[in-house]
């Protein structure tokens, strides 16, 4: 069964600090991944996803992640967050179908 | 994008009583729909596969007796908490995809309080 690894549960950082969440997964074959975010009480939405081509992908809010086939990484980064972007950032994996694996999830607070 | 949408979001019950949650895709239609539960500061962990017209696909450690899903048509999938107690008291959420890309569309979360 594959497993999503996140690394980091709690990061606090300042307003224009830079960002970068650790995603590790095991799964040898192809993979769709990932990075969903959940704001302080609201639902879960998609910040990016990769299924193929460039391994440097751009989603929303000026989030971007990087895959990294060798690795197993899919790894999320922005270059200056805002206190906005306190959230919990959920990384995921589909190998088939419509089924998602989860990481444990990241809480990021950005301090202003 | 896609908007699933879940009814209710906030239910308070007594215990032993049953509670339903519905989950509907508005603006697509959805073979497979997804029953989560989170946890307070865990992540989602996924209950089961609900699939239109067939019995759900529950995981491991989840009762079936106890969470009853039913996914009646294209756009709705219902979850009942069966002679709910306490310990069911938690954070569910269904999701949805539009197509086999992977890409599921999330709803609102029901939190559910057993007394």
């Known amino acids: 069964a594959q497993s999503v690894s996140q690394h980091n549960h709690h990061v606090i950082l300042s307003e224009a600090a830079s960002l970068e969440l650790g995603c590790n997964y095991s799964?040898?074959?192809?993979?769709?991944l990932f990075w969903y975010v959940q704001y302080p009480g609201q639902h879960l939405q998609l910040l990016l996803k990769?299924?193929?081509?460039?391994?440097l992908v751009k989603g929303i809010k000026g989030f971007e992640a990087e895959f990294i086939k060798s690795k197993f990484s899919f790894n999320l980064r922005k270059p200056s967050v805002q206190w906005s972007d306190t959230a919990e950032y959920f990384c995921a994996v589909n190998n088939a179908g419509n089924m998602l694996t989860f990481g444990g999830g990241t809480r990021l607070m950005v301090k202003p | 994008g896609a908007v699933v949408s879940q009814h209710p979001s906030r239910v308070i019950c007594k215990s032993g009583t049953s509670v339903k949650i519905e989950c509907r895709s508005l603006?697509?239609?959805?073979?497979?729909m997804f029953w989560y539960r989170q946890f307070p500061k865990k992540s989602l962990m996924l209950m089961a596969t609900?699939?239109?017209?067939?019995?759900?696909?529950?995981e491991q450690g989840v009762e079936k007796d106890k969470f009853l899903i039913n996914h009646a048509s294209l756009t709705l999938s219902t979850l009942t908490v069966t002679s709910a107690h306490p310990e069911d008291s938690s954070f569910y959420i269904c999701?949805?995809?539009?197509?086999?890309?992977?890409?599921?569309?999330f709803g609102e979360g029901s939190r559910l309080t057993v007394l």
């Open positions: 990769y299924f193929s081509g460039d391994p």
């Open positions: 799964y040898g074959g192809t993979v769709n």
């Open positions: 999701s949805a995809g539009t197509a086999n890309t992977g890409e599921l569309f």
């Open positions: 603006d697509f239609q959805a073979t497979t």
């Open positions: 609900s699939n239109e017209g067939s019995k759900a696909t529950y």
